[in-house]
């Protein structure tokens, strides 16, 4: 079975510029979340997707995050504009349903801003 | 609202020793607790969790933890360690699936 697929794996832009990260969920997952990890952090969850809504964005910084799960499948992180203190990896797991607890990664996206 | 507190940032050891690694909780409402390993460049993939039932659980790779819930810890152990078990550990805790709150995890670097 394949795993959360997300891109680029390491980005580099300066602050100000904008960015944007890919995520594919594992097949049959309606459950698809987003998570900030800062260097020596635990990972903080930004948003909650069940199948393309929102259950949860209470952390997302929404001036300059979005994120979006059109058809309920892949789901794309945006920020804009960047700042020095978004450098961080970002996250993003999945699982079948809000209902289950068990949530797999992906590798994640390195980001540093500069 | 709830929180992690792992006790430790780092926990050197001898390969073939036993280790835990220390992990509190604050919470108001009942609580589901797991346990994450992060190895270098990867993901986070999951050992252990505890949901309901006995308070011992065990988990892959030899691990297990124990929900002790007058104490709210949830500290793990291992009774040998392997080399291949340098990582990141991150105690978490979730009191609606989905949300997983973290603490600031523990670095566990195993030395022959």
């Known amino acids: 079975e394949a795993g959360v697929a997300q891109s680029p794996r390491y980005k580099i832009i300066e602050k100000r510029q904008s960015v944007a990260f890919w995520c594919n969920p594992i097949?049959?997952?309606?459950?698809l979340y987003w998570y900030q990890q800062i260097l020596g952090q635990g990972p903080k969850l930004l948003i909650q997707?069940?199948?393309?809504?929102?259950?949860?964005d209470s952390q997302l910084p929404k001036d300059r995050f979005s994120a979006e799960r059109l058809k309920g499948v892949d789901s794309t992180l945006k920020i804009q504009p960047a700042k020095l203190e978004d450098s961080a990896v970002y996250l993003c797991?999945?699982?079948?349903?809000?209902?289950?607890?068990?949530?797999?990664f992906g590798q994640g996206t390195r980001l540093t801003v500069v | 609202a709830q929180s992690v507190t792992q006790l430790d940032s780092q926990v050197p050891v001898f390969e073939e020793a036993p280790v835990e690694l220390r992990c509190n909780y604050s919470s108001s409402v009942s609580v589901y607790l797991f346990w994450y390993v992060q190895y270098p460049n990867q993901g986070l993939q999951l050992l252990l969790k505890y949901l309901s039932g006995s308070t011992l659980v065990k988990g892959i790779n030899g691990f297990e933890a124990e929900f002790n819930k007058s104490q709210t810890s949830f500290h793990l152990r291992k009774p040998s360690v392997h080399i291949s078990d340098t990582a990141e550990y991150f105690c978490?805790?979730?009191?609606?699936?989905?949300?997983?709150?973290f603490g600031q995890g523990t670095e566990l670097s195993v030395k022959p």
């Open positions: 797991a999945s699982s079948l349903g809000t209902e289950y607890t068990e949530a797999f």
């Open positions: 978490a805790v979730s009191a609606r699936p989905g949300k997983l709150i």
């Open positions: 097949s049959g997952h309606a459950t």
């Open positions: 997707f069940q199948n393309n809504g929102v259950v949860d």
